[in-house]
């Protein structure tokens, strides 16, 4: 699967992301999981490595008292993770990994936070819409990089890990790398994963250019010129669903739009140029109402 099917369950796990942790604490995971602490020796024995890499992604995540235990069997899935009241955790790796370590830390990223989540308390309904917030954390807190890296087309060969496609997890690096200012790009051994890290990132760039952000293009501008106009005729029609941000009333008129950054609705009054601060991620943001 590619393109975005799962976009607005991915900016709403953002915006989960920062209404639960903080703005503080979301800045704290300013450095990703570096590549050295990922790989694998050629010579490292295979358990010993996989212990090693467990214990990098529960310091990256700082779960302190969170002790791994890794085991490897035949399964369906690429992984999987018992989610107790800990401090022991175990986690189950397809056997496949193996005969392919450069994935191991892919997988377990993804397992241990599901455990960080966990603890947390933060949850979506619905197993699917649960993957699909841990894929976007494991992305935006530093470690999803490698879940992308996973993504391989080679005939026989070919892998995809996680729930989201690789064009969504490029959309949450390049999220995080705007925000961050960090460029993940030199880490990636896959070709698809750099291409689908472009992609994702072209449609990261969009969010920062959509009106009333005063960064809009030309045509976006006439558009919401247009619906704002519209929007002071009684009973006219709102603007189409794609446009992003709605007006309302009564009495002065008002903007509401997602935050670029952390997609938070902000509401704003119309009166043209204005500077606006998200509270949610304190992003500072120029607009034209």
Known sequence: MHGYPHLETVRSAVTALYKRLSYDTVRTFDMAVPPVD???ADQE???????RVARTMVAHLRLPDARMIVSFRTMRHAA???????P??????????????EDIAAALAHEVMHIYLHRLGLSFPGTHANEILTDTATAY?????????AYREHGTASQKL???????FGYVLAKRALFFGEDPAPWFTSPQAYDAYRAGRLRALRDTRQPPLAAAGRSERRRYAKDRRAARVPRASGPPPD????????????????????HQRVRLPVRGPVRARCTLCRTELECDT
């Open 38 to 40: 990922a790989a694998f």
């Open 80 to 86: 999987h993770v018992e989610l107790t009241a800990g």
């Open 45 to 51: 024995d295979l358990h010993l490595g996989v212990q």
């Open 243 to 262: 446009a992003g941000y709605v007006f309302d009333g009564p009495g002065p008129l008002r903007v509401t739009f997602p935050c670029p950054v952390c």
């Open 141 to 149: 807190l530093g470690a999803g990089w490698l879940l992308l890296d």
């Open 88 to 101: 022991e955790y175990f986690i189950e790796l397809n056997d496949r990994f193996r005969d392919h370590r």
């Open 162 to 168: 996680g729930y989201l496609t690789p064009e969504e």
